[in-house]
């Protein structure tokens, strides 16, 4: 499909008439590739597409006496995913809109911690919203800082970080928290639903929802205006600071719901979660082929990313690869990925 | 269609004048456009050329005097309302956003949506910008090209298709082919010409003589804020309208 792309792209001689060909009636899935996701693609992010399915083969072959094709350990590699793929489908938003948000990964453990003490005092109910109201609170003042007063995200969000890991560590004298609320852990993350795990759930419902408004909706085009070029999304209308605002608070909500989903999976809270999310969630976005300088970006491919990353992190484990290995491997695959794309992108 | 006298201009300037603190850059100036019409206006650096534009496009309040839209008194507060009058501005540095498609920058800040979700209309708006671009012969791969990738003269085409889409009485053009190269250029004015014959009210500023008696029908001449003259351009030459810049005659 992305060929088809290429030669509405380049041919000249043809003009608009592959579009119209489009036009004629088609399916369902058909309408969502042909018109929204392929049509804001540029070649890059076909990368990780690739990527994915490559990396897939290898493992599944050098692998296979591993237990790396085994229904459990594949479910476990989209769990792992869960919440970082949570994270990346917002934050293609945030990069697109051309702002950053280096906060995310503080916001975990905060949110985490919250939702633990305020679930054993008043319950589900109240737990649950201070953990999104710490999103939203958190957000909130970023957005401000940003949009109102006039300072760079970049330097908002990198004061944000600090104050928010040291609320996080002031939190219970940086001791863990359990989470014991029936309730909620079945909700975020433990349970499952009708047989589906609601952390996964989770994930598809912020992927569907992301790539709804940023592929198909107004607001996808007012935010890749604004991320493109300020000025001329201004010039004609776009209410930029309210798209700048918009994107900081939902990247830090999200990221407060990634806190919650940690402890409703792994039952307690402590500050040391989501320590490395920040990373992997900005290059989960950029192996997907989101533009690192805005105006340009794809939330599947954010989502694929993430899933990329998680089977890389598993497959390596599998493998019999310590930490330190892992580390090298997930950088080098960063650069690899990035200059695929790059060259991709200069041939078209 | 002959325009009858009694007509109402597309755009009727009256009196407009505008201060900045004590410095009077632009003083009382009348000028009408009407529909069909190209006209051009001319005058050296600082003569009140932007300013005039400025005010016609709302991104400026005049000082005094009054704007009519087909008669009509108007208001201009800020561009949106000027553009809620039907009144179009192309710049010289084009105003598209570059990573973005031409089809969506045609519709760019006023999409086509429909609920719920304010979901893109993109094939409507796709066969819109194909539609608009054939019909001014300017020629891009795709509605679905990045900008980026396109040359200044597709770039300004698409920035003039978009223009007219939206522009019910006046496109007004600033130096619109300034940034532009030679054949680039002459594709351009191929293009504005068009809008003459779309039934267009079109208002040029441009450094270009040249340029200017190819493409107007009649020309204003502002100098040191006032209007220096007012000439029908096939009956004037342009040594003449030099004179006039310069306030030699």
């Not at chain 1, 719901?257 to 809270?269: D, E, K, N, V």
């Not at chain 2, 498609?101 to 086509?112: A, I, Q």
């Not at chain 2, 030679?182 to 208002?203: D, F, H, N």
Request: one cysteine or more; proline letters at 2%.
């Amino acid at each position: 499909m992305p060929t088809r792309d290429r030669a509405t792209g380049v041919d000249t001689t043809t003009g608009s008439r592959p579009e119209r060909e489009i036009g004629v009636r088609s399916t369902v899935s058909k309408r969502l590739l042909g018109r929204g996701l392929l049509q804001g693609w540029e070649l890059r992010s076909t990368v990780v597409y690739i990527s994915f399915i490559v990396l897939f083969l290898v493992f599944a072959v050098a692998l296979r006496h591993d237990g790396f094709l085994t229904q459990t350990n594949l479910f476990n590699v989209v769990l792992q995913a869960g919440t970082i793929a949570i994270m990346s489908c917002v934050y293609v938003l945030v990069l697109s809109a051309g702002e950053i948000d280096l906060s995310i990964g503080a916001i975990v453990p905060l949110s985490a911690l919250v939702t633990a003490s305020v679930l054993q005092s008043h319950g589900f109910v109240v737990g649950s919203l201070a953990g999104v109201g710490t999103g939203l609170a958190v957000g909130g003042a970023t957005a401000f800082l940003v949009t109102v007063v006039g300072i760079p995200s970049f330097l908002v969000t990198l004061a944000m970080m600090a104050i928010v890991t040291g609320l996080a560590r002031s939190i219970n004298h940086l001791q863990t928290i359990s989470v014991s609320n029936n309730t909620f852990v079945t909700y975020f993350g433990s349970g499952k639903i009708a047989g589906v795990s609601t952390l996964f759930l989770w994930m598809v419902l912020v992927a569907v929802a992301c790539t709804v408004a940023f592929h198909f909706a107004r607001l996808g085009a007012h935010v890749r205006a604004t991320g493109d070029n300020q000025g001329v999304a201004a010039a004609v209308g776009i209410r930029v600071r309210r798209v700048r605002a918009l994107v900081l608070i939902l990247s830090a909500v999200a990221a407060a719901l990634a806190g919650m989903l940690y402890a409703g999976r792994i039952q307690s809270a402590s500050y040391t979660l989501g320590e490395t999310d920040l990373l992997t969630v900005i290059a989960a976005v950029i192996i997907g082929g989101t533009s690192l300088f805005g105006g340009r970006g794809t939330v599947p491919g954010a989502l694929v990313g993430s899933l990329l990353l998680a089977m890389l992190n598993n497959g390596l484990i599998l493998a019999g690869l310590n930490v330190q290995q892992q580390s090298i491997a997930l950088g080098v695959l960063i650069i690899v990925a990035v200059i695929l794309g790059r060259d991709r992108q200069l041939s078209r | 269609m002959s325009t009858s006298v009694e007509t109402a201009a597309a755009l009727d300037v009256r009196g407009i004048g505008k201060n900045f603190g004590g410095v009077v850059a632009l003083q009382e100036v009348d000028l009408q456009v009407r529909d069909g019409e190209i006209v051009a206006i001319v005058g050296d650096n600082g003569a009140g050329k932007s300013t005039l534009m400025k005010i016609i496009a709302g991104a400026q309040l005049p000082s005094r005097g009054q704007l009519l839209v087909d008669g009509t008194p108007v208001h201009f507060d800020r561009p949106s309302d000027s553009r809620a009058h039907g009144i179009e501005v192309v710049y010289q540095d084009l105003a598209l956003a570059e990573s973005q498609e031409v089809f969506m920058n045609m519709f760019l800040g006023r999409e086509l949506v429909r609920t719920p979700f304010a979901l893109l209309q993109k094939r409507r708006m796709r066969r819109e910008t194909t539609a608009i671009l054939d019909e001014l012969d300017v020629h891009v791969p795709s509605s679905r090209s990045i900008v980026r990738n396109l040359s200044g003269g597709q770039r300004q085409g698409v920035a003039i298709g978009r223009a007219v889409h939206w522009a019910r009485r006046l496109v007004l053009m600033d130096e619109p082919t300034a940034a532009l190269g030679v054949q680039e250029t002459a594709k351009v004015e191929q293009t504005i010409t068009r809008l003459r014959q779309r039934g267009l009210a079109v208002l040029l500023v441009s450094h270009n003589l040249d340029q200017v008696f190819r493409l107007s029908d009649r020309i204003y001449v502002l100098r040191r804020g006032q209007m220096a003259g007012h000439l029908m351009t096939k009956e004037c030459r342009p040594d003449d309208v030099v004179a006039m810049i310069t306030g030699s005659r």
